[in-house]
């Protein structure tokens, strides 16, 4: 009897996705396909990488290369200095990183923790300000820099530091509003009860709230390390006569040249500068999704 | 350690019953001044290197700002509105306007078509296949502006590239020795499709995000009725995806009216004869490359007028979708 009763749904279900199953595949092959599409140009990029210049500069490419060679990465890191300037991105990227974390994290508690007069005007604020084309503020802030460098080289034009400025800048109205939602997220009754456990408030911040909201903190730095790390214009802009400090993306086009262009250090170049973006996005890309989706809810 | 910590403020609370209103309202005065504590880095942070800018543009763009100026070898001369009359009398500024919607208009257009039709797409399949798009798509979602430019720029090169040689070998022969940067619209178009490959996943996965949280039952309800599958989409989900929908338009439209490395690097600084400028590169090249610092601040401030207006529209939209949610 048990056997009659369960047969009967099991066979129905059967056919209907028996009746479902063409429509569904084709649907499955064009996604491959797709996707197949889609990554093809970070394919060609690796594989040119890789590519002996004469199967480069050839009127016949082909989608394959059975003479891997590293000669191309090897012209990129002597003709030019590519691990300096790789260096100089992280740097860049990384210390955007470590203090608008830091900053943005202290901002969002104290929009979300306390209460005070202003604190709507505040938010506000900070909403419009992520909507400022940052594009736009280049002419001012080349000559802010200018100044600034009068005053500390450091931090002045054709130095790392004034990229630092400018990046941090931009990445903290979005990181602040972010983190706002995962702090808020965080229940009251925590805070109380670690304060009846004696907890004095700064404790309480890092201690319990800073590793609470980790998952926002992890979207937040991704996105202003790339940020940092994709930036073309203002490193075009303020390093301008010392090659020493430039950064991957200026790097890479020295190889185009009016007398034909270097594809195979541009590919291998494009790659260098890729690679550790795409790592950081493949690793913390559950996080990334839920923060945007966090963020934007807000 | 942490015991004795614990214990001792309660000990010393203990004394006195009414010690907790008073504490009560004084942590309320504290509490302001720690916000502004903490709220100081990135006040000053944000007021030096993006308020003070904002308002030094709106500034520069009222002066005469040349070379001379630049290197104050020759006084500031106030033009008030002078900048924006030469703008608007200038039909070079006319084309990049025109170029700079236009050009943004497909790009957002395109992203939405490819990333809403992808959702639905892998909404529809297993988790293989699935996850080979969206590895795809977080590959072009991550790739930096300038690698992407360089790797479509390779792809469809006049002598080397590999559509030329495949539109040439499937017969094309006009296609032998093409180029895709020299006509004003075949570069603006070869620019929007890397720019679309790369903003699409945004969309595709906002929007995925949105059909899988959409509950099935109320698809099933609605096929009971006797809803057609395109009456459901219209009826039932688009209302449910509007929100994000709003969102994900808007995000574009943002991202890609300011576009500046793709076009700088694609049509190498802004086309043939500047055929390619949007509105970024336009600025760029009249304060950098002509000097024109008061000129280029004018299109600047047009730039961010244009993006606020689209900013007030938006934050309209979301607090109307708010409510209705």
């Known amino acids: 009897m048990t056997t009659a009763t369960h047969t009967a749904p099991t066979t129905g279900r059967r056919r209907k996705q028996l009746f479902r199953r063409p429509g569904r595949t084709l649907a499955e092959i064009t996604t491959v396909l797709v996707a197949a599409v889609v990554a093809f140009p970070l394919y060609w990029m690796l594989l040119t990488a890789f590519k002996p210049r004469g199967q480069i500069q050839s009127t016949d490419p082909r989608p394959w290369t059975l003479s891997p060679t590293l000669e191309n990465f090897r012209r990129v890191f002597t003709v030019n200095d590519f691990g300096r300037y790789f260096l100089n991105s992280l740097l860049v990227a990384g210390v955007v990183v470590v203090v608008s974390l830091v900053v943005s994290f202290l901002a969002a508690v104290a929009l979300t923790r306390f209460r005070f007069r202003g604190r709507t005007v505040l938010l506000v604020m900070i909403l419009t300000a992520q909507m400022v084309p940052v594009e736009a503020l280049t002419i001012p802030l080349f000559f802010l820099m200018r100044s600034v460098g009068s005053v500390a080289p450091w931090f002045g034009l054709n130095h790392l530091g004034s990229l630092v400025l400018v990046h941090l800048a931009f990445s903290l109205p979005f990181a602040i509003w972010m983190l706002r939602g995962f702090v808020a997220a965080v229940p009251a009754e925590l805070e109380e009860a670690a304060t009846l456990d004696g907890a004095s408030r700064f404790r309480f911040t890092w201690q319990v709230l800073f590793p609470l909201v980790a998952p926002g903190l992890v979207a937040m730095s991704v996105l202003s390390f790339i940020h940092a790390w994709n930036d073309f214009l203002f490193a075009k802009t303020f390093i301008i006569s010392a090659t020493e400090n430039q950064t991957l993306p200026l790097a890479v086009l020295v190889f185009f040249k009016p007398t034909g262009n270097d594809w195979g250090a541009i590919m291998a170049g494009s790659t260098l500068m890729t690679i550790p973006v795409l790592v950081f996005f493949v690793l913390v890309q559950r996080h990334l999704v839920s923060g945007i989706a966090g963020a934007v809810k807000e | ?325």
């Open chain 2, 1 to 325: 350690m942490t015991a004795q910590s614990t214990l001792a403020p309660q000990r010393d609370g203990a004394p006195e019953p009414s010690g907790r209103s008073v504490r009560r309202r004084r942590a309320h005065r504290g509490q302001a001044r720690i916000a502004a504590l903490y709220l100081a880095p990135a006040g000053i942070v944000l007021v030096s290197v993006m308020a003070y800018p904002l308002y030094q543009l709106v500034q520069l763009s009222l002066y005469e700002y040349g070379q001379a100026q630049a290197s104050g070898g020759a006084p500031l001369e106030f033009l008030g509105l002078g900048n924006y009359t030469r703008l608007l009398n200038d039909p070079r500024f006319w084309m990049v306007l025109l170029n700079t919607c236009g050009f943004a208009a497909v790009c957002v257009a395109g992203s939405l078509a490819v990333g809403i039709t992808l959702a639905v797409l892998a909404s529809r399949v297993r988790q293989l296949p699935r996850a080979l798009l969206f590895l795809a798509a977080l590959g072009a979602w991550a790739t930096p502006a300038v690698a992407g430019s360089t790797v479509w720029l390779f792809l469809f090169d006049q002598d080397f590239g590999l559509v030329n040689e495949v539109l040439t070998g499937i017969g094309l022969t006009g296609m032998e020795g093409f180029s895709w940067t020299y006509d004003r619209f075949v570069a603006f178009a070869l620019v929007a499709g890397e720019v679309i490959w790369c903003s699409f996943p945004f969309v595709m996965v906002t929007m995925y995000a949105g059909i899988k949280a959409i509950p099935e039952e109320m698809v099933e309800a609605a096929s009971l009725d006797g809803a057609s599958t395109w009456r459901t989409a219209r009826s039932v989900l688009l209302p449910m995806l509007r929100p994000l929908l709003v969102i994900a338009t808007i995000q574009s439209i943002i991202w890609d009216f300011k576009i500046f490395t793709q076009i700088y690097v694609m049509t190498d600084g802004g086309g043939v004869a500047g055929q390619n400028l949007v509105l970024n590169v336009y600025a760029y090249q009249e304060a950098f490359a002509g000097s024109n610092y008061g000129l280029g601040s004018a299109i600047g401030v047009v730039m961010t007028a244009l993006l606020l207006l689209i900013t007030v529209i938006y934050l309209r939209v979301q607090r109307g979708t708010g409510e209705n949610a």
